[in-house]
């Protein structure tokens, strides 16, 4: 989306604001019409004449114009916000959705900085954008306003005002690239001493432990100077609006005052003159020099702040991710077993998928249904690819050729609300946000359902029920902060128990907690209505599950436990690299071993 299209949508989106906008910027321009009037003719048909009366009536219409301006500013300041406000979210909404789409796609933890920083210049935009509108509105009606005035008092004069006008307009409008370039690599710099900075202070210790000091301070110091450098040539440039305000602004005044008594001689008065001047240094001369100072400063900062948004806060139409192909094969038998397919939940046809067009399959011509009930573990190495399966079977991602079907219905033709209760995908860094512990739990649940008797239910089953007695019950304020890693993983999983959906997904969800509490959740999920599929953390996870998809960057086997051990090498050299104490100390106490279901010899 290109940056004019972005501004100009959200302006044409608020169709009734720019109506209420122009129509209060006119009241808000009335002294730029009526002050130049309203002094020539109390000069010259008032107090020159020897109508004082007549004067002051005049100088009462300015002061009533003043005071319309007054009210047209408080409503112009209205109608911005209203244009404004929906801008920042829209912003804000594109910078979110971007990041947890790249977060989606790599299997990766959202970049929360990267969002802080983006939010940052969301927020920049944002006051840029009303107060170019602010200026340049405020400019155009101040324009109007002046040359309408200058010609009804003397058409002779709007050639000396005019003209200084456009060149200085003209000189301030050649220095905007260049201030934009500097602009732009100021942020860039700022952002790079900022990171600087904050990463010795995490270093402080390790710094001083090293004796690195120096080598520090150097490294610190040359970010700092190439800042300082960037903004003294950045402020040698706004020399440049000083001089197109002094051309625009200031020298219509000398050339009026210069062709006085010219203008005399052709029958201007005293009033016509000063009304000129009035109008000139009154309203022109402002005007402009907001303009200049709008626009050489909040325009150029709103270029490079939506250039940084749409750059970095876009969802990627391709990455760069490699990755091998996978075809799923039976370790000992086709697919489709006994329990048939009709009901399954899941079922995958052909998928194959590539982040970017010239990027090696991660998954290709994978085949794989998942009948209602199951329980599968997903193995294989880190960065194999099974954070990929997950998202293509949650609908988060898209394969590039074959079919993905949830109850039988292709997922792409799910709405969200569909895809919300059809399937539920638990990733591995839990989210938990400020509320109350009954909205982080209830709120994936259906309307109605989570009654006090049902969370406690589910927060037994899965095994947060001293976490919940700790926060201090369902009404108690979760502040995210004060959780561990766990104990948001917990919230999460029980969350996700309440839901109505009937399939679970859990993206190693339970990789922060102690092999006995993931051992009761992932049990309390088999025992729960639906379907389950686990993207194994620890190979306990396998030894629960009734089949297993071994994913070995050639193809992946799908089959029980003991077919994996009998069928796929990959999958044996797993679990022979699995620590058996583990194992063992499990077998030798029955209440783990009940929680952790393992096979024992």
Not at 58 to 86: D, H, K, N, S
Not at 95 to 104: E, K, N, P
Not at 227 to 248: D, E, F, H, N, W
Not at 485 to 508: K, M
């Amino acid at each position: 989306m290109r940056i004019r299209e972005l501004l100009w949508g959200a302006a044409r989106r608020r169709p009734r604001d720019l109506v209420r906008l122009f129509g209060w910027s006119f009241a808000e321009a009335a002294p730029s019409f009526v002050s130049g009037q309203a002094i020539a003719h109390a000069l010259d048909d008032g107090f020159a004449a020897g109508r004082p009366v007549a004067g002051l009536g005049w100088l009462t219409l300015m002061a009533a114009a003043w005071l319309t301006a007054a009210i047209g500013a408080r409503q112009v300041l209205l109608a911005v916000a209203r244009i404004v406000e929906p801008f920042r979210d829209a912003l804000l909404r594109h910078v979110v959705a971007g990041t947890l789409h790249r977060s989606a796609s790599s299997g990766l933890r959202p970049d929360s900085a990267a969002v802080a920083r983006l939010g940052r210049q969301v927020e920049l935009a944002r006051d840029s954008f009303a107060a170019v509108i602010a200026v340049s509105r405020s400019f155009l009606f101040s324009v109007a306003g002046v040359v309408l005035g200058v010609l009804t008092l003397t058409d002779g004069v709007l050639p000396l005002v005019l003209a200084p006008l456009v060149a200085g307009l003209a000189l301030f409008s050649a220095s905007l690239p260049a201030m934009a370039r500097l602009q732009r690599r100021l942020i860039l710099a700022e952002e790079g001493t900022a990171s600087s900075l904050a990463s010795m202070v995490d270093a402080l210790r390790d710094v001083t432990a090293c004796g690195a000091e120096d080598r520090v301070e150097a490294a610190v110091g040359r970010d700092v100077a190439r800042q300082a450098g960037i903004a003294k040539a950045l402020a040698r440039l706004t020399a440049v609006r000083t001089l197109s305000l002094a051309v625009g602004g200031w020298l219509p005044i000398l050339l009026v005052l210069a062709a006085t008594p010219s203008l005399v001689r052709d029958g201007a008065t005293a009033g016509v003159i000063l009304g000129t001047l009035t109008y000139v240094a009154q309203s022109l001369t402002p005007a402009l020099g907001s303009l200049v100072q709008g626009v050489g400063v909040n325009g150029v900062r709103l270029v490079v702040a939506l250039e940084r948004i749409l750059a970095t806060g876009a969802r990627p139409a391709a990455g760069s991710r490699g990755g091998r192909e996978i075809t799923a094969y039976p370790a000992t038998a086709p697919l489709a077993t006994s329990r048939g397919t009709a009901g399954a939940p899941l079922r995958l046809r052909g998928v194959t998928f590539a982040y970017g067009p010239d990027a090696e399959p991660v998954v290709s011509d994978l085949n794989l249904t998942v009948p209602e009930g199951d329980h599968l573990a997903v193995v294989g190495p880190s960065g194999i690819g099974k954070s990929t399966v997950a998202a293509l079977a949650a609908g988060i991602l898209r394969p590039a050729r074959g079919r993905v079907l949830l109850g039988g219905v292709p997922v792409e033709s799910l709405g969200p609300e569909s895809l919300r209760r059809a399937r539920v995908l638990i990733p591995q860094e839990a989210y938990v946000f400020r509320g109350t512990l009954r909205e982080n739990l209830a709120y994936l649940a259906a309307g109605g359902a989570a009654t006090d008797s049902v969370l406690d239910g589910a927060v037994e089953a899965v095994g947060m029920a001293e976490l919940a007695g700790r926060i201090g019950g369902y009404e108690a304020v979760v502040d995210p902060s004060e959780l561990s890693s766990g104990e948001r993983q917990l919230i999460a999983l029980t969350r996700a128990y309440l839901s109505p959906a009937r399939l679970v997904l859990l993206d190693e969800a339970t990789c922060h907690l102690d092999p006995a509490a993931e051992a009761r959740a992932e049990e309390a999920f088999a025992a729960r209505e639906g379907t389950l599929i686990v993207i194994a953390h620890r190979l306990t996870s396998a030894l629960r599950a009734r089949r297993v998809l071994v994913m070995d960057g050639v193809r992946a086997r799908v089959g029980t436990h003991e077919e994996m051990i009998a069928g796929s090498p990959l999958y044996r050299d797993l679990m022979g690299r699995w620590e058996d104490p583990v194992a063992a100390e499990a077998c030798d106490t029955p209440r783990e071993n009940r929680h952790w279901a393992i096979k024992c010899p």
